[in-house]
């Protein structure tokens, strides 16, 4: 059995006290007012420090109806591409299986007002505030199912003149007879028809955070005599606009809360420049909404059912219907309810497009995708922006390689400590390979990592290869080796025997970095080597003994190139073992091939080391000294830090130049250090 050291997730007192704070937010009870200023801004920042709770403005996964009879999950599942153009937006948008489309820039549609048809198990979100659709619609069929609409900006399909929209069927978002649809953070406005057309019996719908903009018919619902639609319409800001904010005919339940209508059109209309309308027979529930500078902010057919409490109006006039029971929504689905007075507020802050999302794609394991590896297959080569692979707690017994093209990929592990989540596999460096050969420290490897700027956090990495049970040779069993430039490893741990992490570098003469901070690494034989530049800090590392009195092993053995000043730096870490004392190496310089130019730096500074440590602790390496690389120390401490003529020490000078920062800056300024 492999010994995992327990590090605890970071953050565990932030996500405590944003329970909490989410409890008191969902807890209060909101005042109706007639007349009621903006919402202060202490209550917009509760609001951004609660988090991602069901709801909120940054969660990931749909509430409300779209969260009923088996959620709504969009694209989950299938591969993430980004679209730049029409041509690609409307293939990926109509294949037959899932995708997660990020939308970067903006996408004219041509012809002007064309639709481009979306089908079921899709996710289009815009990266960041940049994904837009002009001049164009999405279409979902009837049947369609299972579609997130997130991030994105779509407008001005508007045909000049027809404000009416009565020329041309121009929707920025058109639904038919669909179930199972998220629509998040998008700004719709100016189109020719309706903003939001859901018709004809759809189901399972919500529809948050989004800006209505400019427009005159804004959200229809309906085209019906069926008592079938189930809407959620929350946290919605609908300005500028004069009618269908929404209308609501014939829904089985609609709900709405914590929406902002203001400035609505006042164009002299006594009838259709209005609010909320809950028309035929629907059955509708509005609870701490804001309603400022509207005629008829709600109102309701006889055969219908309203419900208001909690919302407050100011200069409002017309139309307050309110009668009947409607429905319980809490009797369906949880929610956050937030007071009506933060509305404002909290609206015209996290409504429409957010520069935060779309930006950092989640990839679930195992929850939509079935191993870590079929995770990294999904994300698309020469990918730009960060995609996170988040894994539940648990055991992956599989071999995961990043490759070369597949940047910014983050592995998360989610559950309370790094030992609850674990990747490992068991295949030694001299096993056969099917078509001959053995499979070296590459085919070895549990994990390779070939793309840059890779981080990963709150887990485990290992090769449980048992070689005191195998009689192999070749019993070097890597748990990662790397090549990326600008990697990130943190409250990770790495277990192993021989050469249990290897960082290396693409070719000889370049350099890649990585960064391990708040993490645990274990082996026996050169177990951190390589020839990239390495920062252990704030870590624990663990040499085992193999059962020698004078020789157990050594920690690092680096071939590190020679016109590259830094290699390894152990700093501010502690060096622990079972070993016997004086039976262990810090390193040995390696030379793959007997390449003279790999001449290995060792830098362990500021470091406790135990009384395995050898006195004498460098030693050479196939037939190369161990005088000609470049290891030192400065100020040690512990049992195995005695200083000895075969010791090396820096001065106080030259430690100043071989800092973190000087390790990791490259050309580039890269200081992950500093952010964390």
Same mark, same amino acid.
């Given at each position: 059995m492999l010994y995992v050291r327990s590090g605890r997730r970071r953050g565990a007192r932030a996500l405590v006290a944003a329970g909490l704070l989410i409890g008191g937010l969902t807890a209060a009870t909101p005042a109706t007012a007639e007349?009621?200023?903006? !919402?202060?801004?202490?209550?917009?920042?509760?609001?951004?420090?609660?988090?991602?709770?069901?709801?909120?403005?940054?969660?990931?996964?749909a509430h409300g109806f779209a969260s009923l009879a088996g959620g709504t999950t969009g694209g989950a599942g299938g591969k993430v591409? #980004?679209?730049?153009?029409?041509?690609?937006?409307?293939?990926?948008?109509?294949?037959?299986?899932?995708?997660?489309?990020?939308?970067?820039?903006?996408?004219?549609?041509?012809?002007?007002?064309?639709?481009?048809?979306?089908?079921?198990?899709?996710?289009?979100?815009?990266?960041?505030?940049?994904?837009?659709?002009?001049?164009?619609?999405?279409?979902?069929?009837?049947?369609?199912s299972n579609v997130i609409i997130?991030?994105? #900006?779509?407008?001005?399909?508007?045909?000049?003149?027809?404000?009416?929209?009565?020329?041309?069927?121009?929707?920025? +978002?058109?639904?038919?007879?669909?179930?199972?649809?998220? +629509?998040?953070?998008?700004?719709?406005t100016h189109m020719g028809d309706g903003?939001?057309?859901?018709?004809?019996?759809?189901?399972?719908?919500?529809?948050?955070?989004?800006?209505?903009?400019?427009?005159?018919?804004?959200?229809?619902i309906g085209w019906t005599g069926n008592l079938t639609t189930q809407v959620t319409i929350d946290h919605n800001w609908f300005s500028g606009t004069k009618q269908r904010n929404p209308s609501a005919d014939n829904c089985a339940y609609a709900h709405l809360y914590n929406n902002y209508l203001s400035a609505l059109v006042d164009d002299g209309d006594p009838v259709w420049s209005y609010g909320n309308y809950a028309r035929g027979r629907t059955r509708m529930v509005i609870e701490n909404s804001y309603y400022e500078n509207v005629q008829h902010p709600y109102q309701a057919d006889a055969t219908a059912e309203l419900v208001q409490r909690g919302s407050i109006l100011k200069n409002t006039r017309g139309r307050h219907d309110a009668w009947g029971a409607a429905f319980e929504p809490r009797d369906l689905y949880p929610y956050r309810l937030d007071p009506a007075a933060a509305v404002p507020a909290l609206v015209r802050k996290f409504s429409g497009p957010q520069?935060?999302?779309?930006?950092?794609? =989640?990839?679930?394991?195992?929850?939509?995708?079935? #191993?870590?590896?079929?995770? =990294?297959?999904?994300?698309p080569a020469g990918n730009d922006g960060r995609i996170t692979v988040r894994l539940a707690p648990g055991t992956y017994r599989e071999k995961v390689r990043v490759g070369r093209d597949r940047h910014q990929v983050s592995f998360v592990g989610t559950g309370r400590t790094?030992?609850? #989540?674990?990747?490992?596999?068991?295949?030694?460096?001299?096993?056969?390979?099917?078509?001959?050969?053995?499979?070296?420290?590459?085919?070895?490897?549990?994990? =390779?990592?070939?793309?840059?700027?890779?981080?990963?956090?709150?887990?485990?990495?290992?090769?449980?290869?048992?070689?005191?049970?195998?009689?192999?040779?070749?019993?070097?069993?890597? !748990?990662?080796?790397?090549?990326?430039?600008?990697?990130?490893?943190?409250?990770?741990?790495?277990?192993?025997?021989?050469?249990?992490?290897?960082?290396?570098?693409p070719r000889l003469t370049e350099r890649s970095r990585v960064y391990i901070r708040d993490s645990f690494l274990e082996g026996d034989v050169d177990f951190l080597y390589g020839r990239a530049t390495a920062v252990v800090e704030r870590s624990v590392i663990k040499a085992l003994s193999r059962g020698s009195a004078t020789n157990?092993?050594?920690?690092?053995?680096?071939?590190?190139?020679?016109?590259?000043?830094?290699?390894?730096? @152990?700093?501010?870490?502690? @060096?622990?073992?079972?070993?016997p004392a004086g039976s262990f190496h810090l390193g040995r310089p390696w030379h793959p091939g007997g390449e003279p130019n790999a001449v290995g730096q060792v830098l362990i500074r500021d470091t406790e080391l135990p009384a395995a440590i050898k006195?004498?602790?460098?030693?050479?390496?196939?037939?190369?000294?161990?005088?000609?690389?470049?290891?030192?120390?400065?100020?040690?401490?512990?049992?195995?830090?005695?200083?000895?003529?075969?010791?090396?020490?820096l001065s106080a000078p030259e430690a100043a130049a071989h800092t973190v920062s000087a390790y990791l800056a490259g050309s580039d300024g890269w200081a992950p250090h500093r952010t964390r």
């Amino acid at each position: 059995m492999l010994y995992v050291r327990s590090g605890r997730r970071r953050g565990a007192r932030a996500l405590v006290a944003a329970g909490l704070l989410i409890g008191g937010l969902t807890a209060a009870t909101p005042a109706t007012a007639e007349e009621a200023g903006p !919402a202060t801004a202490g209550a917009t920042a509760a609001a951004e420090e609660a988090g991602p709770a069901a709801g909120t403005p940054w969660a990931d996964t749909a509430h409300g109806f779209a969260s009923l009879a088996g959620g709504t999950t969009g694209g989950a599942g299938g591969k993430v591409v #980004t679209v730049t153009d029409q041509a690609s937006l409307k293939r990926y948008a109509s294949a037959p299986e899932p995708y997660v489309i990020r939308v970067k820039g903006a996408v004219p549609v041509d012809p002007f007002g064309s639709d481009i048809d979306v089908t079921s198990n899709k996710t289009i979100i815009g990266v960041g505030t940049t994904g837009e659709i002009v001049h164009g619609e999405l279409h979902l069929a009837a049947g369609t199912s299972n579609v997130i609409i997130r991030n994105l #900006t779509i407008r001005d399909s508007y045909v000049e003149g027809d404000w009416d929209g009565k020329t041309n069927d121009f929707d920025a +978002i058109q639904m038919d007879s669909v179930d199972h649809v998220w +629509i998040d953070h998008n700004r719709l406005t100016h189109m020719g028809d309706g903003l939001i057309d859901l018709r004809k019996d759809s189901q399972y719908i919500t529809v948050s955070y989004n800006r209505f903009e400019n427009h005159n018919k804004a959200f229809g619902i309906g085209w019906t005599g069926n008592l079938t639609t189930q809407v959620t319409i929350d946290h919605n800001w609908f300005s500028g606009t004069k009618q269908r904010n929404p209308s609501a005919d014939n829904c089985a339940y609609a709900h709405l809360y914590n929406n902002y209508l203001s400035a609505l059109v006042d164009d002299g209309d006594p009838v259709w420049s209005y609010g909320n309308y809950a028309r035929g027979r629907t059955r509708m529930v509005i609870e701490n909404s804001y309603y400022e500078n509207v005629q008829h902010p709600y109102q309701a057919d006889a055969t219908a059912e309203l419900v208001q409490r909690g919302s407050i109006l100011k200069n409002t006039r017309g139309r307050h219907d309110a009668w009947g029971a409607a429905f319980e929504p809490r009797d369906l689905y949880p929610y956050r309810l937030d007071p009506a007075a933060a509305v404002p507020a909290l609206v015209r802050k996290f409504s429409g497009p957010q520069k935060n999302l779309g930006v950092n794609t =989640v990839l679930d394991v195992p929850g939509t995708y079935p #191993t870590v590896q079929a995770a =990294v297959d999904a994300v698309p080569a020469g990918n730009d922006g960060r995609i996170t692979v988040r894994l539940a707690p648990g055991t992956y017994r599989e071999k995961v390689r990043v490759g070369r093209d597949r940047h910014q990929v983050s592995f998360v592990g989610t559950g309370r400590t790094r030992a609850d #989540t674990v990747v490992v596999f068991d295949t030694p460096a001299g096993e056969p390979k099917p078509g001959g050969g053995t499979q070296g420290s590459w085919g070895s490897a549990t994990v =390779v990592i070939e793309g840059d700027d890779f981080s990963a956090r709150d887990l485990t990495f290992a090769n449980d290869f048992d070689e005191a049970a195998v009689e192999i040779n070749g019993e070097q069993a890597l !748990a990662v080796k790397t090549t990326g430039d600008r990697l990130i490893f943190e409250n990770t741990a790495f277990l192993g025997n021989q050469d249990t992490l290897m960082v290396d570098t693409p070719r000889l003469t370049e350099r890649s970095r990585v960064y391990i901070r708040d993490s645990f690494l274990e082996g026996d034989v050169d177990f951190l080597y390589g020839r990239a530049t390495a920062v252990v800090e704030r870590s624990v590392i663990k040499a085992l003994s193999r059962g020698s009195a004078t020789n157990n092993g050594y920690i690092t053995a680096a071939s590190t190139w020679n016109g590259n000043p830094y290699g390894f730096l @152990i700093t501010d870490s502690k @060096i622990v073992s079972d070993a016997p004392a004086g039976s262990f190496h810090l390193g040995r310089p390696w030379h793959p091939g007997g390449e003279p130019n790999a001449v290995g730096q060792v830098l362990i500074r500021d470091t406790e080391l135990p009384a395995a440590i050898k006195a004498s602790p460098w030693t050479d390496m196939s037939g190369f000294s161990w005088r000609d690389a470049r290891f030192a120390e400065y100020r040690n401490t512990g049992p195995g830090a005695v200083v000895t003529p075969d010791r090396p020490q820096l001065s106080a000078p030259e430690a100043a130049a071989h800092t973190v920062s000087a390790y990791l800056a490259g050309s580039d300024g890269w200081a992950p250090h500093r952010t964390r």
